[in-house]
Each structure stands twice: as structure tokens, then as C-alpha cells.
């Protein structure tokens, strides 16, 4: 093999123009490299006291870069039954390129798939909603990627589960002050995918705030065309004086029609000692271009006094 990696992989990513949601580049010698990527952006009003890329609220609309996504993955086979895999990708936000995962590890074509590095937490994946930004009152993890990750997969088609481990140290930043411990368990059976994620982690930074996290979720996809979600969750914070929990409901379905997907979901955020909780109500259409490209259009209220309706339109294409 004379052929480098890199000779072979500018032709692939020209070639990209297939349904795939990634491009083999090398499959050689028990070798296998794969790459991936994502480029998104929107125009978007975004609704008051959420999150923008200043930190501020009530803003006119704008343009936004929402998301730049390059990866590659390479996969070892060590055995017949064993491979060594490796990691990388970089996210491009905000006028900056962050390398957010690095990592190594194995996978088994029967226990499942260990690995160790800067990665996302199992949280990540945590969520029922259909909505592309305008989901303010939903659940949301506190802490979804880390450097010093130790995580386990498994899932054999009907039953998943995961455990996680973000180890603290002396490190220069805040995320190496931080113990996070976590696990998901879920099952799929006829049309319902069920599941539960846990969430512990303890700041070791000089602060002694504790976070306890869950959520229950559940999927039914018996009736043709149609997608239907629940959740429930709390958080629970503790900062060594006072104690809050916040709970969260979550309820979204969607339709599709050809290359038409329609949803709608409804958010419930209730905190400990608040007098009233917070409804959170969202709708969009998407429409598929290609496998690979989308575009889409979202609109989104909340009954938060300080809360405004706000609402997002833009593309996404991938590889």
C-alpha cells in the first residue's frame, strides 16, 4: 500500500454526494478510517433570558452560526471479535475552532464498546424534545462533555445501558475540578424505546456545590408516519446551604409527509419555592433536500413574564 491515507481522502470527500452520513476514506489491512462532518446556520429571534452567543436576551434577530462539525474515526481490528478504536473532531462556534473530542478506546462485537479521553458525557444524548432551539423549559443537563471521561456502552438491539466517569484532578481548568458520575438504562420492545439517564457530579474547585440528576423518558412509534415523546426529570442542587429541585415535563410528537416533517412539543419547568411554573410551547417544519440537507422553520412562547416568543429558520447539510 503506497497510497496515503491523505492521497486517498480527497477524492472521497469530492465524492461525497452520497446518502451516507459519512465517507469512507481507508478500508485496507484491517484498517478502517471514516470521516464525518456538519455545517448549520440560522437566522434566529431569540426568546428573552436564553442563552445566545453574548449571554443576553430580548436581541433582534440575527444571523447565527450555530454549529461546524468535522470528525474521523478509526477503527483497529485486533482480532476477529476485538478492534482498538480512535477518535477526533473539532466544532467551529463563534468565530473559534475547539478540538471537543479526543479519545481512544475498544469495542467488542459482543460486550460493547469502552473508551477513554475528552468526549461526551452519556447525558448528551438526554431529551425527548423535537425542537431545534425554542425548547427553553425542557430538561437539560448540566454538564455534558468532559476531558477525563471513562465511558462503557452497550446495546444489543433491544437493551442499552451505559455508565460514565469524569475524574477530578489539578488540571487548569474548571472541568478538571469536577467529579461527574452517570448511567442510562433503557429497552426497545414492538414500537417503545424506554429509557432512564442518572446524572451525579461534585465540584472540587473550592466550591461545594452537588448536582443530583434524572430523567425518565419514553418513545412510541406505533402509528405510521407519526413519532410520539414523553419525559420527566429533576434536578436537584446543592450548594452547602440551600437545597433546590427543579422538575421538568416534556411532551412532543411529530408527522411526516414525503419529505415533509412537522412537530410540536410542550415544556413544564416547575422550581421549588417559585410561585408559578413555567409552560414552554414550540412548533416546526423541516423539509428534506437530500439525505444529507435540510432546511427548516421554528417558532417558539413561553408564560415566563421575562420570556417572549422567539423563533429560528435555517439549513443544515452533512456528510
Known sequence: MKKTILAMAVPALLAAGSASASINLYDAEGVKVDASGAAEVQYIQYISN???????????????????????????????????????????????????????????????????????????????TKDYELAVNSFGAEYTEADQVAKYVYDNGSLYAGLAFNDASDGASADDEREVYEGRLGYRFADVDARVYYQKSEENGGS?????????????????????????????????????????????????????TYAIGFDNKDVEGDNDDVNGYYANVSYALHSNAKVYAEIGDSDDDQQDWGYVAGMEVKF
Open 50 to 128: 436564553t442563552s445566545d452567543a453574548t449571554g443576553t436576551g430580548n436581541q433582534d434577530g440575527q444571523w447565527r452560526l450555530d454549529d461546524g462539525d468535522f470528525s474521523v474515526n478509526t477503527e483497529v481490528a485486533v482480532s476477529e471479535d476485538l478492534a482498538a478504536i480512535g477518535h477526533f473532531a473539532f466544532k467551529f462556534e463563534d468565530s473559534t475552532t475547539e478540538n471537543d473530542e479526543l479519545y481512544v478506546g475498544f469495542k467488542g462485537s459482543d460486550w460493547g464498546q469502552v473508551t477513554f479521553g475528552r468526549q461526551l458525557m452519556l447525558m448528551d444524548d438526554a431529551g425527548i
Open 208 to 260: 461545594d456545590l452537588e448536582r443530583d440528576e434524572y430523567n425518565f423518558e419514553i418513545e412510541y412509534a406505533g402509528i405510521e408516519n407519526v413519532g410520539i415523546a414523553a419525559s420527566y426529570g429533576r434536578t436537584s442542587e446543592d450548594n452547602g446551604t440551600t437545597d433546590t429541585d427543579t422538575d421538568y415535563i416534556s411532551l412532543a410528537a411529530d408527522y411526516t409527509m414525503g419529505k415533509t
